[in-house]
């Protein structure tokens, strides 16, 4: 297994000290640790972990830290606590419901809950790159056939003719397809 690397945000050095020493034997590296949520999040910006382990009474808003978290997938998340927490901690309006972990916790089921999240975390960030991707496609999409209307009207062109057409321009001036459509749409590019 390759050696990953994680943050803490934990308020009990006890707890942060017993993860360190679980996870230093199974191949983590922990990069950063914060005693509050606004520094956990810039360490998180900053280090780019692949796990994040934060205690549900840090300092600060943990709320917006874990939606934070979730929606930009800045790091597979769970939190930790000491008291069990039963049924739903979060707030109506919190898009994410993440893992709440009791500590102390066995050494094995840690980490076993910790490849799981990663697993998930791994497969949701894959799903926001592909989603990322389409929707620029789908946006240079819209402004070409934008600036193809354009064209067929201005030049009397049928469909296939106008796309010709922005293509031509596009590689005579040596521009990407969608910057030569947009100064179409913008009316800065010449015909």
């Known amino acids: 297994m390759e050696e990953r690397e994680y943050c803490l945000g934990i308020t009990y050095i006890a707890d942060g000290k017993a993860i360190i020493s679980a996870f230093s034997t199974a191949g983590f590296r ?30 600060g808003d943990v709320h917006g830290t874990v939606n934070m978290i979730e929606q930009e997938a800045l790091a597979a998340l769970l939190l930790v606590s000491r008291k069990p927490v039963e049924g739903n901690v979060w707030k109506n309006n919190c898009d994410a419901a993440p893992l709440v972990m009791t500590l102390p916790a066995e050494r094995n089921v840690l980490l076993a809950v910790v490849e799981v999240l990663y697993l ?15 929707r620029s496609k789908l946006q240079s999409r819209t402004v070409i056939e934008r ?3 354009i064209i067929m009207k201005e030049l009397s062109l049928d469909e296939h003719g106008a796309y010709r057409f922005l293509q031509k321009k596009s590689m005579d001036l040596r521009l990407p397809l969608k910057d030569y459509a947009e100064s179409i749409i913008t009316g800065k590019a010449s015909r």
């Open 147 to 149: 600036a193809k209307g």
């Open 30 to 59: 922990c990069i950063g640790q914060d005693q509050d949520c606004t520094h956990l999040l810039r360490t998180l910006q900053r280090v780019q972990p692949q796990l994040v382990i934060m205690s549900l009474d840090l300092p």
């Open 120 to 134: 998930e975390y791994v497969r949701r960030k894959r799903l926001l790159e592909e989603v990322k991707s389409l």
